[in-house]
């Protein structure tokens, strides 16, 4: 019988009770190498020490109390973000869904408290084929390209501008009277990771500084550490006038949180947004753990370390099965193994990688996710690279 679960996810047979850094236990007391990290959640592995005592402290104090008053944990993790980033202030919600939402209505609220009449009419936001910013009906209308997530859901918001992802031209072209904000996935997490050129992330800065337009970057799975800077942004030279985060904020915990400049923040007065849940005592105390571990001395350079090891050993499993993997490609643990449509349906790989106890999370472009932990250790790596190699001998030999 069917559980009486909505079946909006395709699941694979698999029933995990317990996890342990890089590794998940299944009710038959399998052994499983996580390198999906529940999609870019779990930066710092299942049931990380330090994370447990914050969430088990916390629990004992203080589970909930309304956004009507001052939480003091929330306001900490605040200056841990504003202090580490371009950010002047911070709004918490519990997803990235959330965080782009809040995003949007910034942008509209920003320019619609403008002085200018002509510029208080700036709504339109430039947005990217290949990227993901969620399922909420704002979400979906900013990325309508994709079928799976939009049909039946019309009619969708207007106000967006949908473009190549890489095209400056298109978005020179698109930019009027009635742009408000150029949004941007800066790597492509659902796309199939896929990271804008230098080239493309600095031209869209230079082309809303010339139009004078806010900049959005969707840090949800490529923020946190995961590219061996706290945020991508960094990378770039530049820095964005609004920021979503999620994911790897909560380390498992559901949090989300959109940051952005003062300026930018500026039509974001009392009132004017909300969330029960957002920025609860108990995903802000898990969050200010993480932002601990991931500014300890040395973390992130670790994590860039790692992304060289294992970049170089996939380029060998690349040599070996050259007739199977077109491309590997990302940036830092936020790795894609692109393999040939024909010989290697990504479908097929996951599930032979399922059966190497390898968990991996398909993308588009037939793109296999490798997301670890980004405490993974190198004998970790290691493993997940033969368990790779094997799932490529087991595709040959079928
Ligand atoms: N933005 C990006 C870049 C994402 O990868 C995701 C989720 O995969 C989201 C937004 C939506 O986040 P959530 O599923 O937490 O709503």
């Not at 009419?121 to 390209?145: D, M, Y």
């Not at 915990?253 to 974001?268: K, W």
């Not at 490609?329 to 040939?340: C, D, E, Q, S, T």
Request: hydrophobic residues 40%; proline residues 6%; charged residues 20%.
């Amino acid at each position: 019988m069917m559980p009486p679960v909505m079946p909006t996810y395709a699941r694979a047979p698999l029933e995990f009770e317990r996890g342990e850094g890089s590794w998940l236990f299944t009710t038959d007391g399998e052994k499983y190498l996580d390198f999906g990290a529940g999609i870019a959640v779990n930066c710092l592995g299942h049931a990380h020490p330090k994370l447990v005592e914050a969430l088990e402290g916390q629990a004992r104090r203080l589970w909930h109390v309304s956004n009507l008053y001052d939480i003091p944990n929330q306001q900490a993790l605040a200056q841990k973000l504003v202090d580490a980033t371009f950010a002047d202030t911070v709004f918490f919600c519990n997803s990235g869904a959330e965080s782009c939402e809040l995003a949007m209505k910034m942008v509209r609220k920003y320019w619609s408290s403008d002085a200018d009449p002509e510029r208080a009419k700036r709504h339109r936001i430039v947005t990217f084929e290949g990227a993901f910013h969620g399922r909420t009906i704002g979400a979906i209308s900013a990325v309508p390209g994709n079928p799976k997530l939009v049909d039946g859901f019309g009619p969708l918001l207007p106000g967006f501008d949908h473009l190549p992802f890489g095209d400056l031209e298109a978005v020179e072209a698109a930019i009027g009277p009635e742009t408000a904000a150029l949004m941007v996935e800066p790597v492509q997490g659902e796309g199939g990771i896929r990271p804008g050129t230098m080239e493309f992330l600095r031209g869209l800065k230079a082309l809303a500084d010339e139009h004078d337009l806010l900049l959005v970057f969707d840090e949800v799975q490529c923020g946190v550490g995961r590219t061996g800077t706290l945020f991508y942004y960094e990378q770039l030279g530049f820095e964005p006038d609004i920021m979503t985060v999620a994911k790897g904020i909560g380390g498992g915990f559901p949090l989300g949180a959109c940051l952005a400049t003062e300026e930018a923040a500026r039509g974001m007065v009392p009132g004017t947004h909300g969330s029960t849940y957002g920025g609860n005592p108990l995903g802000c105390a898990v969050g200010s753990a993480v932002m601990d571990q991931m500014t300890e001395p040395g973390f992130l350079d670790e994590v860039k370390r790692k992304a060289s090891f294992l970049r170089q050993r996939l380029a060998e499993l690349v040599d070996e099965h050259d007739d199977l993997i077109e491309e590997v490609r990302g940036a830092g643990l936020m790795i894609g193994v692109r393999f040939n449509a024909q010989t290697a349906p990504v479908g097929d790989m996951v599930g032979l990688a399922y059966d190497q106890h390898m968990l991996t999370v398909p993308a588009a472009e037939n793109t296999m996710r490798l997301l670890p932990p980004l405490n993974v250790s190198d004998d970790e790596l290691n493993q997940a690279v033969g368990c790779l190699d094997a799932a490529c001998r087991a595709k040959k030999a079928a």
